[in-house]
């Protein structure tokens, strides 16, 4: 792969050493896939390897070669990684080029910045999640989520010397189980992790809990059941999916926890005393309800077991082993709620197994039975619930591509089961002006919204644009609205291929024209709209604001 980088660039620096006027064509067939047009400048990008891009820009009057980027890392391609704007608000055209999209809509660029004195751009500082940069009061936001979508930043800064200086900074939780909203909490607040361990296949076994006292696990505390007293931990090694302390008490080593790590989570590990006796240890997950005690185990990796314990003489009265699917991606800390789940009075818990977008969660409720005094697995299941105890009923919301469509359920319980009342279903409206909107959209749930495509015209003294969103149904229709226009006209699907879409457009009651849209990805990069009278019109995907 690299003697094929090196032999392509040398290709292409033959062309540029040779030529005043560059043939666009035939550098795209030594391997420049895409040519974006900026105000004075050409930029052509070519992807000689999975993990770079070459850029190679061009005075956009001469034709001539300004100045290549080698080896750029980047893993997006094609059109929707290139954006233009200005970025240190000095006036003048710079570009960006996205590096990646990662979970959550986090997206990651790099930004080259034009210097008017050396009539070059360079690769500056300014880096971060989803910035968006604001001309007007001349800002940068960034907003990074993290943890399915559980917690996110967001942070204002200015810049000065070509870099950002931070101004603010606010961090948000999700509060699932109360309000359904995220809350504020201090950015440098960090939360200490505790986690519970027990001994096995000891004659009388021992438990100890270890807190976890900084967020990067590199001090912690130690403490045995019965004892009052804590013993100091010091890391002496973390890897990927291992972290040794070693436990210090008097100013010395007293002995070694070796612990294994799951989604950085500890799980299982070793305790090895300084006389060398070893001890193999297991993680437990404790949570209190009213009258009882209950224990999270896990025996075996992905299997969870669940004890319940009587509160006052300590005694095991039940232990829950079938747990349906939950093969869990929650392991310990984040797993175990308690709360009435059937609004009967009586305090119960549940058990989270796996997360997903969003803050989508899925969890097993179990309920309590006053007769026979013990818990049972429930059918009480969905994404993300909440539990309303004053009107008791119950709310579903589950987000989905990235937060761009949105549903929420109302259920009340009956017979220990979630019994549906009503349901709405929301899409988000990406651009931010009076034309298409910046806020949750209700839709008809039978008819929500599977593509949405944003076009513009290309060539024209006054280009438009318009917006084509695909409707699910069978047959599945679609509707197209131009910017500016408060109505819609409805699209009939005439023929649905892997790379190509043509829609009919009805105004009337009659064909008033037809869309043919090329297909990358799921996406449509360009195409054509032949209005009734023959005439036609290039469309090519326009740029988000």
């Known amino acids: 792969m690299r003697g094929y980088f090196i032999l392509f660039a040398a290709c292409v620096s033959a062309l540029f050493a040779n030529a005043s006027e560059i043939d666009f064509d035939a550098l795209k067939a030594k391997g420049a896939n895409e040519i974006f047009e900026m105000k004075n400048h050409l930029v052509a990008l070519s992807y000689p390897s999975n993990e770079y891009v070459q850029i190679n820009i061009f005075d956009k009057s001469s034709k001539k070669h300004i100045q290549t980027f080698d080896n750029v890392e980047g893993k997006c391609k094609y059109e929707e990684c290139f ?12 570009f960006s080029l996205a590096n990646a999209n990662r979970a959550f809509g986090n997206g990651y660029g790099r930004y ?14 300014i880096s971060g999640s989803n910035l968006k940069f604001d001309h007007k009061n001349k800002i940068v936001y960034e907003t990074n989520r993290r943890y399915a979508g559980s917690s996110f930043r967001s942070a204002t800064y200015k810049i000065a010397n070509n870099k950002m200086v931070k101004l603010e900074e606010r961090c948000y939780k999700y509060d699932r189980w109360k309000s359904g909203e ?13 986690i519970y361990l027990e001994s096995t296949r000891l004659e009388k076994n021992f438990e100890l809990q270890i807190r976890i006292t900084d967020e990067n696990f590199t001090k912690g505390e130690a403490q045995y059941k019965g004892q009052k007293e804590s013993i100091e931990l010091k890391l002496k090694e973390k890897k990927e999916y291992s972290i040794v ?30 006389d060398g006796k070893k001890f193999d240890l ?11 005690i209950v224990a999270l185990s896990y025996p075996s990796m992905g299997n969870p077991l669940v004890d319940v314990f009587d509160k ?17 991606m929650c392991y310990y800390g984040k797993c175990f709620e308690k709360g009435d789940y059937n609004f009967d009075g009586f305090e119960e818990f549940s ?18 039975d006053p007769k026979g005094k013990k818990f049972f697995l429930s059918d009480i299941s969905g994404v993300s619930l909440w539990f309303d105890q004053e009107n008791k009923i119950v709310h579903e919301t589950n ?20 019994v549906w009342i009503e349901e709405h279903c929301y899409k988000y409206e990406l651009r931010n002006d009076d034309s298409w909107g910046d806020e949750y959209a209700e839709h008809d749930c039978e008819t929500s919204v599977s593509e949405t495509y944003y076009l513009e015209s290309v060539g024209l003294e006054k280009n438009f644009e318009l917006r084509i969103r695909i409707l699910s149904g069978n047959p599945p229709k679609g509707e197209a609205q131009y910017r500016g226009q408060k109505e819609s006209m409805q699209l009939n699907i005439r023929e649905n291929g892997k790379d190509k879409i043509v829609f009919e457009e009805i105004y009337k009651g009659t064909v008033n024209g037809t869309y043919t849209l090329n297909l990358s990805d799921g996406n449509a990069v360009d195409g054509v709209y032949t209005r009734k009278d023959g005439k036609k019109f290039e469309l090519k995907a326009a740029k988000l604001d």
């Open 83 to 94: 954006e233009k704007g200005d970025y240190n608000f000095d006036g003048i055209e710079d």
């Open 112 to 125: 080259f910045l034009y210097n008017p004195k050396d009539k070059k751009f360079f690769l500056s500082d």
């Open 182 to 194: 995220y809350v504020e909490y201090d950015c440098d607040t960090y939360t200490p992790i505790t």
């Open 245 to 274: 302390f070693e436990e210090i008490y008097k100013g010395a080593v007293n002995g070694t926890y070796a612990l294994d790590l799951y989604d950085n989570e500890i799980v299982d590990g070793s305790y090895t005393r300084k």
């Open 282 to 292: 297991k993680a437990v997950e404790v949570l209190e309800i009213e009258n009882y």
């Open 312 to 328: 006052s003489t300590g005694k095991r009265i039940q232990t829950l082993k079938e747990l349906g699917d939950s093969e869990s």
């Open 351 to 368: 058990l989270t197994y796996a997360y997903g977008t969003l803050s989508n969660s899925l969890s097993h409720y179990f309920l309590y």
């Open 399 to 418: 987000s989905c591509c990235a937060g761009y469509s949105l549903e929420k359920t109302i259920y009340k319980i009956v017979d220990n089961k979630l």
